[in-house]
């Protein structure tokens, strides 16, 4: 989810081309200012709070500025999130897709105490939110509304009483596999096992409908995307996917699906990740992962030899550019088959090594919103994006919630075995 120190210098090349952007002009500035006031630009997906897991020891300290001028750099920060005119952010409560059963419970609860302990840590920014007219309020107040977001289904524990829990907790969406097929779930980076979802999958599905908490298919295969849209009830999210059509990544949305979400309601929360967004970019990947596997296998008792060489093959073969374009592009497709209600915005920050030229960090979207104008966009259309989208999602969610009020939890009676 992290950078390596390995790639600490990627990522600060990254943060270079972030600070030397195209300046965004006064006019277009103001506009972006005035959309962004009336309507809060909430974020998809933020991993903050695994990174300080796996680079901080967990420490909430020293997130107010200059998060970018650690080792390894972070991309977020309180005062940058201030500067790209965030009004509200998912924080991801990731896990790895590894750890399972009551593990992976106990390691759920430690990070959404993480993520709640940056929340308190900072009141004079952030804020808890459990419902959109809590974001809308903070946002009115001049704070950022923040919520949580499960990373994968395996952190439930195979457990429904889990899931409420985790709801009672704050979290508020839960993405139904990260990068493994679970007991119940296909994901769209490994091997499936059920063809989409096992019944046990549907029971999740109609119990987060009975909770208000949103189904999040980015990471799962096609076939558990098209299960989870005849299953639900409620709209879903994708909360950091990009468009298959455009970049043949596994963890893009195919079109067919692109479609059924416009009946649906749902919202494509398109991300920052380089390889998702370009096919270059997803080519260079593999041919890294390739030959850091080939040197693994030559060195497998010299972890710093690897590291070393990993590096200088970096820098004898550096990342194709991919630029804030790039990400207007797969925004601009998903409108086309769906239409401005079903996109958003989920850059993934701080879970990724590089991102996107000119979206370095948390202070960047305004961005993107400039290319956006460039392009021609309405006022009205750049507010959808923002945050109007997602708040949708979410208000009919909770109204799904309250039309299945007299519906009883369900029974962990078709639990997978641990």
Do not use: C
């Not at 420490?59 to 998060?67: A, I, K, P, Q």
């Not at 940056?118 to 509304?145: E, F, K």
């Amino acid at each position: 989810m992290r950078p390596s120190l390995l790639l600490a210098a990627a990522v600060l090349s990254a943060a270079a081309f972030s600070a030397s952007a195209q300046p965004i002009d006064s006019r277009t500035q103001a506009r972006i200012d005035k959309v962004l006031k009336a309507t809060p630009l909430i974020d998809g997906h933020n991993d903050l709070p695994w990174a300080l897991r796996q680079d901080f020891n967990l420490s909430v300290e020293g997130l107010e500025s200059g998060t970018n001028s650690r080792t390894p750099p972070l991309m977020t920060d309180m005062q940058r999130m201030r500067t790209g005119r965030v009004g509200g952010q998912f924080w991801s409560v990731y896990i790895s897709g590894t750890i399972t059963g009551d593990e992976a419970i106990r390691t759920t609860i430690e990070q959404i105490d993480a993520a709640r302990r940056i929340i308190n840590a900072y009141p004079a920014h952030l804020q808890l939110a459990s419902t959109a007219d809590d974001m809308v309020r903070v946002h009115r107040q001049g704070r950022i509304g923040s919520l949580l977001g499960i990373e994968g289904g395996r952190q439930i524990g195979g457990s429904l009483a889990a899931l409420r829990q985790f709801y009672e907790l704050g979290a508020r969406y839960m993405t139904l596999t990260h990068s493994q097929t679970t007991e119940w779930a296909d994901s769209g980076t490994d091997a499936p096992k059920h063809g989409g979802l096992s019944p046990f999958g549907e029971a999740v599905i109609k119990e987060m409908n009975r909770l208000g908490m949103l189904v999040d298919l980015s990471h799962v295969s096609p076939e558990t995307m098209r299960d989870s849209l005849r299953v639900t009830r409620s709209p879903v999210i994708f909360s950091h996917s990009d468009a298959l059509a455009l970049n043949p990544h596994p963890r893009n949305v195919p079109d067919d699906v692109l479609q059924l979400l416009k009946i649906n309601g749902g919202v494509v929360m398109v991300t920052f990740v380089p390889p998702f967004l370009q096919r270059d970019a997803l080519e260079w990947s593999s041919r890294k992962s390739a030959e850091e596997a080939r040197l693994k296998a030559l060195n497998p008792n010299d972890p710093k030899k690897v590291e070393a060489e990993l590096t200088a093959w970096v820098g004898a073969n550096p990342r194709p550019a991919v630029k804030v374009g790039a990400v207007a592009d797969h925004i601009e497709h998903i409108v086309k088959l769906s239409g401005y209600d079903q996109v958003g915005i989920g850059g993934d920050l701080d879970g990724i090594d590089v991102t996107v030229d000119g979206l370095g960090g948390v202070e960047d979207y305004p961005n993107l919103f400039a290319e956006l104008i460039r392009r021609g966009w309405s006022d009205a259309n750049l507010a959808k994006l923002a945050g109007g989208n997602i708040l949708r999602v979410m208000r009919q969610a909770e109204a799904v919630a309250a039309s299945m009020k007299d519906v009883p939890p369900a029974m962990d009676k078709l639990a997978p075995a641990s």
